[in-house]
């Protein structure tokens, strides 16, 4: 990114774990979709969860963003148990997500979905428009300056004006991730980032997931391409149905004849 404001700036110490979840259970009915998981990311990792369909993945994720509550287990976010706090919340503590199929706001325009991802701001309030309207004009337009700037890291500027509806499910992707980056998130979960993106587009968002976590972001990837899991990831935590299987370098993972089992099983 060119600019000498750096909407990227790392903030956590390395290796202090900035999530921590511990024997977490979040049954739907019968099923325990998540059964007795744990796992721990430091600050600067950027890790893969991978596993068969069904393993309880997006799960966690729900879990780790706040879109479910736990029915057992902690979850800590810079070392503050969050587990009963919501997705809004969540934001707050600096965890943002992006989902398997971005749904943006197919009306509004590409920078006005960016600009949704901003924190609750003070021009929310009415009463504190009419206190001090200097100031949240002030913040608007650092606003759309920073979603403007967002927009050129994930190129696409041109597209500002156009309504989101006229995007690809690449240009989606890279949509949700500028929007995420409003709130300045110091975690980053991406849930499927490669699934529906073309081969040029791809290369460009793992350049940009690459950059973001050398400039200090955390990040935990939902990934079934085990290339880009490869070429992205330390470790790779492997879940299978709703618990650890196995964590490891992901060409370790590869070989493991317990991931490889659980696999064939999810094709059998
Ligand atoms: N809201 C829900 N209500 C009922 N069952 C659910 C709900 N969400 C998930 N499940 C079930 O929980 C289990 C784990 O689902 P989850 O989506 O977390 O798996 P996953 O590992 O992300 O799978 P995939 O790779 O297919 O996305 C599945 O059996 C799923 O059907």
Redesign the pocket.
Known sequence: MQSSHDPMKASAAKDAAVIEVADVVKA??G?R??DGMSLSLRAGEMIALI????????????LIAGS?RPDAGSIRVGGVDVAREGPDRRIGRGVGRTF?IPRPFAEMSVLENVLTGAQAQAGERPWMNFLVPGRIAAQERAAVDRARELLDFVTLSRLELEPARVLSGGQRKLLELARILMADPRVILL??PAAGVNPVLLELLIDRIVSLNAAGKTILL?E?NMDMVARLCGRAVV?AA?RLLAEGPPAQIARDPAVISAYLGDVA
Do not use: R, S, Y
Not at 51 to 62: E, I, S
């Open positions: 739907f009915g099923l979709a998540v596993g068969p369909n069904g393993a309880g993945k997006t799960t966690m994720f729900n479910l398997q849930d499927e939902i079934h879940m709703g």
